[in-house]
T-cell receptor
Framework: GQNIDQPTEMTATEGAIVQINCTYQ??????LFWYQQHAGEAPTFLSY????GLEEKGRFSSFLSRSKGYSYLLLKELQMKDSASYLC???????????FGTGTRLTVIP | DADVTQTPRNRITKTGKRIMLECSQT?????MYWYRQDPGLGLRLIYY???????NKGEISDGYSVSRQAQAKFSLSLESAIPNQTALYFC????????????????FGPGTRLTVL
C-alpha cells in the first residue's frame, strides 16, 4: 500500500515564497508528480521527479528525496492566481496509475 | 477545443437509478482512467484501461462498471446509484511512458459533478 501526507491548508502572501511538503510511504517507488487544481476545475500537471534533487520550471520547483520519502513543491514570487489546491501523487513500480494525496489548499493573500 | 471532454458536466439523479458518465479524448492516448474526488479524500482511482481490450479495477471499483468502446471513449456506469456516490468524477488520459523516462503525465477532463439524492 501507500500513504501520502500533505498539509491540508496553507496561507502565504503575494510576492512571497511558499514550500508545500509531501511525504510518502510506498511499496516500490517509480516517480512523484505535482498537480495544481483550481476550485471546481481539473487538475493540471506541474512537475515530475523520479531521481533525487531539484527540478526547476519557472516560478515552480519540485524536490525529491527518495531515501526520506519526501518531496516539496516550491512556489516563488507568489501571485493571487496561485491560490489553488496542490496535489502530490506517487507512482509505484510495476503500476501505471497514480496514487494521490488529499491535496494542500493554498490561499495567497495580498 | 478541449482534448478530454466529459458529459454530462452536472447530473442530479435519484437512488437506484442507472447512470452513465462519458469521456472522449482527441489526444490519441491509449490509456484512460476514471477517478472520483471527495472533500478530504483526494482523487481515488475507480477503473483504468490501457487499450480497448484492457480494463483494470482501481482502488474503489465496487458499485461501478466501465466500457472502453474505442480508443477515444471510456464510459463509467453506476448500475444503481446510491447517495455516497455523490462526488466529482474525473476522466484522465495518458500516453505510455517515454523510453528511458517512464513519464506518463495524466491529462484530466473538466469533471462531472454527480449528486445522488
Amino acid at each position: 500500500g501507500q500513504n501520502i501526507d500533505q498539509p491540508t491548508e496553507m496561507t502565504a502572501t503575494e510576492g512571497a515564497i511558499v514550500q508545500i511538503n509531501c511525504t510518502y510511504q510506498t511499496s516500490g517507488f517509480n516517480g512523484l508528480f505535482w498537480y495544481q487544481q483550481h476550485a471546481g476545475e481539473a487538475p493540471t500537471f506541474l512537475s515530475y521527479n523520479v531521481l533525487d534533487g531539484l527540478e526547476e520550471k519557472g516560478r515552480f520547483s519540485s524536490f525529491l528525496s527518495r531515501s526520506k520519502g519526501y518531496s516539496y513543491l516550491l512556489l516563488k514570487e507568489l501571485q493571487m492566481k496561485d491560490s489553488a489546491s496542490y496535489l502530490c501523487a506517487v507512482r509505484r513500480t510495476g503500476a501505471n496509475n497514480l496514487f494521490f494525496g488529499t491535496g494542500t489548499r493554498l490561499t495567497v493573500i495580498p | 477545443d478541449a482534448d478530454v471532454t466529459q458529459t454530462p458536466r452536472n447530473r442530479i439523479t435519484k437512488t437506484g437509478k442507472r447512470i452513465m458518465l462519458e469521456c472522449s479524448q482527441t489526444k490519441g492516448h491509449d490509456r484512460m482512467y476514471w477517478y472520483r474526488q471527495d472533500p478530504g479524500l483526494g482523487l481515488r482511482l475507480i477503473y483504468y484501461s490501457f487499450d480497448v481490450k484492457d480494463i483494470n479495477k482501481g482502488e474503489i471499483s465496487d458499485g461501478y462498471s466501465v466500457s472502453r468502446q474505442a480508443q477515444a471513449k471510456f464510459s463509467l456506469s453506476l448500475e444503481s446509484a446510491i447517495p455516497n456516490q455523490t462526488a466529482l468524477y474525473f476522466c484522465a488520459t495518458s500516453a505510455p511512458g517515454l523510453a528511458g523516462a517512464g513519464y506518463n503525465e495524466q491529462f484530466f477532463g473538466p469533471g462531472t459533478r454527480l449528486t445522488v439524492l
